[in-house]
């Protein structure tokens, strides 16, 4: 265990400050990614995706809801959880005028304006939810399952305590809301009140990380509570069941994360957070070994999870279409969160090699080149070409589709928009030797080891287009410390250089343990061949199928315009290779059946094969960027 305590006068950027854990996150302060790959998507999050999320949001009426007179009315716009957006828009700003690069001082006056707002909204016994409550609106907790109003102030909490890491204080007029907020949360649903939960889980994560901001125990007792009350089914009874409020199961007796996907992983990250503070070694297991089955059996090759559209949930193990994936945007950044708290908990790397996934195959395709259209969904196969959207018309539906500017349900933009703002929190972690890297970006690192030492690191990488990445020391003293860095399982034949020569490297933690010297140079060599990956046989929807991957990315087939893909075959026996415009495969597309009826002899319809020409693949985070296409990322072999 690293920390100890609660470090109540933490305020360096960082969303999770675990008062214990193998592992102590560096905050933006210490970390600083300064280009390549993810430094291009935060400048375009900050120049274009927070305004444009800003400007929906005032369009709409969600920003208004705080303060326009009929925000007291029933004639409030959008759903119950719309606060929760200008909520995840608030942390977004905050992690990102703490990035410190652009405009911080115009970030924070909107992050000014919007917080009198909403402080104006606030009752005063501290409840705070723009839909319930007022004249003309339903009374309040009446309308647990759909309501969302604690899962708006668990939002609100997670915005605070951004906002008073990146600058602001204990003063701060957006922390002083968040906890009048969370007082009332605490009075209302304490041990002795009704056994109330949310029909979305999230208050959970806010009131853990308000705790370890101030130290006010009660908010962690509160967040403990309302992780043992679930399961027990005081939510009313829903076609789509129980689990889909995360309510059917105790979390300590299930076995696996299963419904409303979003909603089971913000749990799952939100007892992570109850057991690490409580000290909860049982708790802490189960949710990891929840979390581990999920991933041997209900995640896409992309990362992404929730393969079912009607209720946004997990689809049993196994069950994983690519033409159905629901993979939603949130579902990732959820899962990043939750593999990230139980990385610095346990310290077990897999979990940085998890986050790796979602961030370049669910986060990195999730959002246009010019950041102001964005994917809901994660399809793996796009049977039918994909339209251009009118940029100024919000969808209604959700489920699929292209890109949009906006959706009615926009809860995934402006969380991606939170974790790309604060990015740096996630790539690197101190423990009881030295510094770990967990992610390769390009970036400058400036901390302390836990002796007080301070230590810097320069990284350099040519990621994810290839693999090579070095690692200067930029700040040591003499003395002996170690640099532990991921080599992941994509990276077959890796290599690693120091001043004491080259050796192969396999794939999980390296430790170089030396005293080091200033300028010294640490060189990983990361083979990013391509590969062709076969699915567990168990999961139908893809049987005899292979998809290609290189390093860390997916690989997909996309047809511009009409061109279907449904015949493609590909040669799984010729290697797939590199080439100035992608990945190049040798693929056929077999003659289409005879019109009618769908089915016939076995093998009639291969019975006669084209010869296989040169097919290039493209990266899966670039697909849908052309113009409208059709698409697939697991491509039947011949
Ligand atoms: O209910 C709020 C958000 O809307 C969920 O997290 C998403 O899955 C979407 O249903
Ligand atoms: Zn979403």
């Not at 000014?112 to 016994?125: C, F, G, K, P, V």
């Not at 979990?351 to 979602?358: A, L």
């Amino acid at each position: 265990m690293t920390v100890t305590s609660p470090d109540t006068t933490a305020v360096g950027g960082r969303p999770v400050v675990p008062s214990r854990g193998k592992l102590r996150p560096l905050g933006q302060d210490e970390v600083r990614i300064t280009g390549g790959f993810w430094r291009e998507r935060q400048d375009v999050n900050a120049a274009r995706t927070i305004p444009h999320a800003r400007s929906w949001m005032d369009r709409l009426g969600w920003t208004g809801a705080f303060t326009a007179p009929d925000a007291a009315s029933a004639d409030r716009r959008g759903r119950e959880f719309t606060d929760s957006e200008v909520y995840k828009l608030l942390e977004a700003m905050s992690w990102e005028a703490g990035r410190g690069v652009g405009a911080p001082d115009a970030l924070e006056a909107q992050i000014a304006e919007l917080t009198t707002a909403i402080a104006a909204a606030q009752a005063a016994d501290g409840y705070l939810h723009t839909a319930f409550g007022r004249a003309g609106q339903r009374a309040r907790y009446s309308d647990l399952a759909w309501g969302h109003e604690l899962y708006c102030t668990g939002h609100l909490l997670q915005a605070a305590v951004a906002k008073a890491r990146t600058g602001g204080d204990g003063a701060d007029p957006l922390l002083a809301v968040a906890r009048r907020a969370a007082d009332h949360v605490c009075e209302a649903f304490g041990p002795d009140d009704a056994p109330g939960v949310c029909g979305h889980p999230e208050i959970e994560l806010g009131l853990v990380e308000l705790f370890r901001l101030t130290g006010e125990r009660r908010y962690l007792d509160q967040a403990a509570l309302f992780v043992e009350r679930r399961g027990h089914r005081t939510l009313p009874p829903h076609h789509f069941g129980w689990s889909y409020f995360s309510d059917d199961q105790p979390v300590r007796q299930s076995a696996v994360l299963h419904g409303h996907a979003v909603r089971a992983l913000y749990l799952a990250a939100g007892a992570v957070d109850v057991a690490v503070e409580t000290g909860d070694d049982d708790l802490l297991r189960t949710v990891a070994a929840q979390f581990d089955r999920a991933l041997a059996r209900r995640t896409y090759l992309t990362g992404g999870m929730g393969s079912r559209h009607s209720d946004e949930a997990f689809g049993d193990d196994f069950v994983l279409p690519a033409d159905r994936a629901y993979s939603e945007t949130c579902a990732g950044v959820a899962a990043i969160m939750l593999a990230w708290r139980l990385l610095l908990a346990t310290g077990d790397g897999r979990y940085g090699e998890v986050v790796e996934r979602i961030l370049y195959n669910v986060v990195a395709t999730a959002i246009a080149d010019d950041g102001r259209s964005f994917f809901y969904a994660h399809t793996l196969h796009q049977r039918t070409p994909t339209a251009a959207l009118p940029r100024d018309e919000e969808q209604l539906g959700f489920g699929g589709g292209p890109r949009a500017p906006w959706f009615e349900v926009s809860c995934c933009l402006p969380n991606a928009a939170r974790l790309l703002a604060g990015l740096s929190c996630y790539l690197v972690t101190v423990d009881d030797t030295g510094l770990r890297l967990h992610q390769y970006v390009d970036s400058e690192i400036s901390t302390h080891l836990d002796d007080g030492r301070e230590v810097g690191l320069r990284v350099r990488t040519g990621l994810p287009d290839n693999g090579v990445v070095t690692v200067r020391v930029t700040k040591t003293d003499g003395r002996p410390w170690s640099i532990t860095l991921r080599v992941p399982q994509w990276a077959a034949g890796a290599e690693l250089v120091t001043t004491r020569g080259r050796r192969r490297v396999s794939s999980g933690d390296i430790v170089v343990y030396r005293a080091f010297a200033v300028g010294e140079e640490i060189r990983l060599e990361l083979p990013t061949r391509p590969r062709f990956t076969a699915p567990d046989p168990r999961i139908d929807a893809t049987r005899g199928c292979v998809a290609v991957e290189r390093g860390p990315l997916v690989y997909c087939a996309e047809a511009l315009g009409d061109d279907d893909l449904d015949t493609l075959r590909v040669d799984d026996t010729v290697p797939p290779v590199d080439v100035e415009a992608g990945v190049e495969v040798r693929a056929r597309f077999d003659a289409p059946g005879p019109d009618g009826w769908p089915y016939g002899s076995p093998g009639a319809a291969t019975a006669d094969p084209r010869p296989t020409t040169p097919l290039t693949l493209v990266p899966y985070h670039r697909w849908a960027r052309r113009g409208p296409s059709t698409m697939r990322v697991w491509l039947p072999t011949t």
